[in-house]
């Protein structure tokens, strides 16, 4: 009887919506495999001479569903080598189609110089075949030119005055637009379509009661939802990667837990928020004493400039350990390496008060959520 009637009552509050589960909540049931695969891991703008582990880049395969993270140096080809999309050249390449939506962190070149290869080859490699375009969600433009270091007072002679700080949606509209002798020969000699209308990008919104603090520390905010679908649902927050603003952290709450990513920051409370209880943390470390020899002293203004950019804005992997204990993760995976010329022991062995699993996510580095 008080089982028919708790059933009762569960039924007639379900269907006022209150209890009804999201599709994306844990469900260690679910047949569906979700994996992180990371597909770059070096931080900078440099190929540190040809390192094999490209730029910062990461894939979330739930199923045959495929969602990118970043686009770092190599993400491209790594998506093919890590078996996540299958160039089937008899019937026309594919590949890409399985990708439902890409997220970039913030708009510094590391993260992005791969995002025109998705544009520019996606109608090749089976965008056509998709009904709906690629979602992309990144940052909004800064709003402000970026403040001078006053370390580094000399004249400056900036880049584009007219909008110096393009957002996601304009970056991409200008990256066809830069490409368009390509892309006409293609329409009009090939037949082929305008690539654009595969690809729809969003600058992210971030909440209105969050003021704007393009020159400073963002503030103190719980994580606010940019996507969701019957698979994940992704949250982000604010993080503190000065003078990149917006910088964003991001949250995949999938069926089988949840894996977050720092994107680039120093230590950030907003980013421990997002991360509590995840199953993997994602976090990008930067190693001081490397950072330190980079620019022996004397050093110049500008190099003065470039280290107090290296220490401020990026997370000591020192320090990465306390952050992931507080977050209560599982499982910490260090990437966006500075540099990733240092031994995978040497990262380890730098972690400190962590008592979970930790990894070092180089290129084609993959671990399934159990
Ligand atoms: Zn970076
Ligand atoms: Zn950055």
Redesign the pocket.
């Given at each position: 009887m008080i089982n028919l009637l708790s059933r009762l009552i569960l039924a007639s509050v379900s269907i006022l919506g209150l209890v009804s589960a999201p599709s994306w909540a844990a469900d260690e049931k679910s047949s569906q495999k979700v994996e992180l695969i990371i597909l770059g891991a070096a931080?900078g703008r440099t190929s540190y001479g040809g390192h094999p582990d490209g730029g910062f880049s990461a894939a979330i395969a739930v199923g045959d569903i495929r969602y990118i993270i970043d686009f770092g140096r190599g993400w491209h080809d790594r998506y093919y080598q890590a078996g996540l999309g299958t160039a089937k050249y008899k019937t026309g390449f594919s590949g890409l189609e399985s990708v439902r939506a890409a997220f970039i962190?913030?708009l510094?070149s590391?993260?992005v110089v791969g995002y025109p290869e998705l544009l520019l080859f996606g109608a090749t490699e089976g965008l056509r075949r998709k009904k709906e375009p690629i979602q992309i969600y990144g940052p909004g433009s800064r709003g402000s030119l970026t403040p001078q270091n006053i370390n580094s007072p000399s004249f400056k002679e900036i880049v584009n005055p007219s909008s110096p700080n393009p957002g996601t949606k304009e970056m991409t509209d200008k990256i066809y637009e830069a490409f368009a002798a390509d892309l006409n020969d293609n329409i009009l000699d090939s037949g082929m379509p305008n690539p654009h209308k595969y690809i729809n990008a969003n600058d992210i919104k971030i909440p209105d009661t969050i003021v704007p603090t393009p020159d400073g520390v963002p503030p103190r905010m719980s994580p606010f939802e940019i996507y969701h679908d019957e698979l994940i649902k992704v949250t982000a927050t604010l993080v503190s990667?000065p003078p990149?603003y917006p910088?964003f952290a991001f949250r995949f709450d999938t069926k089988k837990g949840a894996i977050v990513f720092s994107?680039?920051t120093n230590k950030s409370e907003n980013l421990i928020e997002l991360a509590d209880n995840a199953k993997i943390l994602v976090h990008e470390v930067i190693n001081h004493d490397w950072a330190n020899g980079l620019f022996p002293v004397p050093r110049t203004e500008d190099q003065v400039s470039k280290l107090d950019h290296l220490i401020k804005?990026?997370t000591d992997v020192r320090d990465v350990g306390e952050i992931a204990e507080k977050a209560k993760v599982k499982h910490l995976v260090l990437s966006h390496l500075a540099p990733p010329t240092i031994t995978d022991a040497e990262w380890i062995n730098s972690v400190k008060g962590f008592g979970g699993r930790v990894d070092v996510g180089r290129a084609l580095f993959r671990v399934t959520l159990e």
């Open positions: 931080a962190t913030h510094h590391d993260h990667h990149m910088s994107g680039d804005s990026h």
